[in-house]
């Protein structure tokens, strides 16, 4: 890619793993990457859980707002992953999809979600080598 990859991540809230695989790219990506992420039906707030995960790691997603998914986000990204939205994902020609299949970590403890970030983080960690390559 010439220009600047644009990744989305979307779950059902927007609240846990979209969020962690949206911080965790832009941290890696170093700004080599553009990052977004949204819900299908975005929670109030980010799960509290998941920001402690991360928070371990050193990486505050506390401010972050769930955002509503768009066709916009769609069409503005090259690649789209999805992580248990099921159908509400819009599909458009000539994007990269992906179904990452991750637990939810909502309603979970910090010592449930530990793994869901670690799984997270691997897979990112591949994204960007696929993308960066």
């Known amino acids: 890619m010439s ?10 809230h927007n609240a846990g793993r979209s969020q962690m695989a949206a911080a965790l790219l832009q941290h890696y990506g170093m700004g080599r990457i553009a990052v977004r992420s949204a819900g299908s ?4 707030k ?3 859980a998941a920001a402690a995960a ?9 401010a972050e707002i769930p955002s509503k998914l768009t066709t916009a986000d769609v069409e503005a990204s090259d690649v ?6 099921g ?13 990452w299949q991750l637990e939810d ?17 691997r897979r990112v960690r591949g994204l960007l080598a696929e993308l960066l390559d």
């Open 3 to 12: 220009k600047t990859p644009e990744v989305l991540f979307v779950c059902v």
């Open 41 to 44: 039906e975005p929670a109030e």
């Open 46 to 48: 980010v799960n509290p």
């Open 54 to 62: 991360l928070a371990e790691w050193g990486l505050d997603i506390t």
């Open 80 to 85: 789209v992953i999805t992580m248990g939205c």
């Open 87 to 99: 159908d509400t994902c819009p599909v458009f020609p000539g994007k990269r999809y992906l179904d």
């Open 105 to 121: 970590p909502a309603g979970q403890g910090i010592d449930a979600v530990r793994p869901i970030r670690d799984d997270i983080d």
